[in-house]
DNA sequence: GTTGACAAACTACCACGGTAGTATTATCAA
DNA sequence: TTGATAATACTACCGTGGTAGTTTGTCAAC
């Protein structure tokens, strides 16, 4: 398997993925309905991608009639976990503390998530 | 001044925005040597990355005798802060405990950060 | 003055994300 | 049998990141 570099998804990439893993399996026609963009992409558009996106080991698909029916072909723990690392070692020397602090200044966060943010950190220093 | 998109750059062009908020202003050659990449990058490329970042608002420069001295356009933070929120949302739904979730268990996170997470964490608490 | 070094400008390519039109083919209904 | 429908396949195009060679201009040293 190619060295898939799973940083650098594009945003169509990223969506199309992201339809794939709520749904488990997809047809062309539901990835495209799905997706529901403002100005509606092309039927075309979408299984152009996804044909692009197979060759490059994202998704894979298994034929019912003459159906493609398409599946991601990657986690999708992997794909987020690579941007995200991409962004945080770019970006931010790799300082989480640094990242979480522009990302908490940036914009509202409910006590909500604040509260598990407490409590993953409290874990992480438990397990340490 | 374009909407410059500024999630998405790409690698060499953030590795060099790195330099410029670095080190402030730098020639051509000052960013070429600084990069310092193991398959080593033409002096030409870094000048025609250069050029084409200065036309999308990336960076600017000033002439110093027949020599270039290029200086960021934009602000790391806006840079910084635009990619993370891009990842956060397309990936994580927005969910910021998810995201750290995801990287603190992805990687080592030495106790200093873990105890500055949590400061960030008190802080934001007592502020809200 | 001619030469050599260096800087920028110009030009050219490739890869790939994104977008979509056209062509082909398979199937089903009238 | 014919025609409509719907699916994939093929092709094409633009923008832009990335990479670098070639050309041109200029300054300094000989």
Redesign the pocket.
């Known amino acids: 398997m190619a060295k898939t570099k799973l940083h ?6 990223l969506r199309i993925m992201q339809v794939l893993w709520d749904r488990g399996e997809a ?3 539901e990835v495209h309905d799905l997706l529901g963009a403002r ?1 509606r ?5 979408v ?3 996804l ?3 197979e060759v ?1 080991g994202l998704v894979a698909h298994r034929t019912e ?4 029916v398409y599946r991601a072909a990657v986690a999708a723990e992997r794909v987020s976990g690579n941007m995200a690392e991409h962004v945080l070692d770019r970006l931010f020397q790799g300082s989480l503390a640094t990242m979480v602090n522009h990302l908490l200044t940036a914009r509202e966060v409910s006590p909500d998530e604040l509260a598990k943010l407490e409590t993953l950190i409290a874990e992480r220093k438990r397990a340490s």
């Open positions: 650098r998804l594009g945003d169509l990439q047809t062309v026609a100005p992409l092309a039927y075309t558009t299984a152009t991608m044909r692009k996106m490059r009639g003459r159906t493609f």
